[in-house]
């Protein structure tokens, strides 16, 4: 569903501050995949999310969305395959915007926009369904300003605009990281059912070592824009957070660094 073949991105090539930021790249995504990303600060997480949205260009490699070759498409030609929460609730939703205004965006991401400003009443009803699987009341609440929402409710709604449309690639950038353990909790079962439910395909980073074997079927470890190893199958159900720490520590000695992961 999702193949990345040879990527690679330079940043600020040629100069002292030269960063190798995604180096050689290979991925396979089957459908219905959710893939957990660890690695330490500046492994080319983020760059990697960056790269398949198309937020940033890439120096060499392919991208290809369902046998689609996205590479050169814009940002916002692949919003109508990709959806994606970043780690502040601030900036998946317009703060000025009311509940359905910012859904309705999301309903229309990727489709030519027009001029019409009226919400119409069978999105009004998709949008109070949608709302009350999250269970935060705000099926009640769609003319509330998002600005006025709890950074949880916004990352839920930014969760749920994500997925409206049950969109090819779900991209999840440290999306729990920012809010308290138990809206997090909370946002992370939501994210886990609405992946199941609607057999979306997704990738998301985490720092946190037991959730990145506890979620999804696939781990892969990046460092420095490469990917150092994959756990999936028996031998993930059989990883701890040990292993984890321990394939780490082998690479890093093998450069003949000392060990430090930011967990």
């Known amino acids: 569903m999702l193949k990345i073949v040879n990527l690679t991105k330079i940043f600020n090539p040629g100069t002292i501050n030269e960063k190798k930021a995604l180096d050689n790249i290979n991925l396979h995504l089957k459908e219905g995949d959710l893939v957990t990303i660890i690695g330490s600060n500046g492994a080319g997480k983020s760059t990697l999310m960056n790269a398949i949205s198309g937020a940033i260009a890439v120096d060499k490699g392919k991208i290809y969305i369902d046998n689609i070759d996205v590479t050169s498409q814009p940002e916002y030609r692949r919003g109508k395959f990709i959806g994606r929460v970043f780690q502040d609730p601030m900036t998946g939703t317009a703060a000025e915007m009311t509940v359905e205004e910012n859904l309705v965006l999301a309903l229309k ?69 920012a809010l308290d353990p138990q809206i997090a909790n909370l946002v992370m079962e939501l994210t886990k059912q609405i992946v199941k439910t609607n057999r979306l ?24 824009g ?15 957070v040990e292993t984890l720490l321990g394939l780490f520590r082998k690479q890093r000695e093998a450069e003949g660094r000392s060990f430090c992961f930011l967990a």
């Open 109 to 177: 991401r990727g489709q030519k926009r027009t001029l019409r400003k009226s919400i119409k009443n069978p999105e009004r009803v998709l949008f109070r369904e949608q709302l009350k699987l999250l269970g935060l009341n705000l099926e009640n609440d769609l003319r509330q300003k998002v600005g006025l929402l709890s950074g949880g409710q916004r990352q839920a709604l930014t969760l749920l605009m994500a997925t409206i449309t049950k969109p090819k690639l779900l991209l999840l950038d440290e999306h729990i990281a």
């Open 201 to 224: 395909t997704a990738l998301m980073i985490t720092h946190d070592l037991h959730q990145a074997l506890a979620v999804g079927n696939r781990t892969i470890m990046m460092h420095k």
């Open 226 to 240: 490469r990917m150092l190893f994959e756990l999936k199958g028996e031998e993930r159900k059989r990883a701890t």
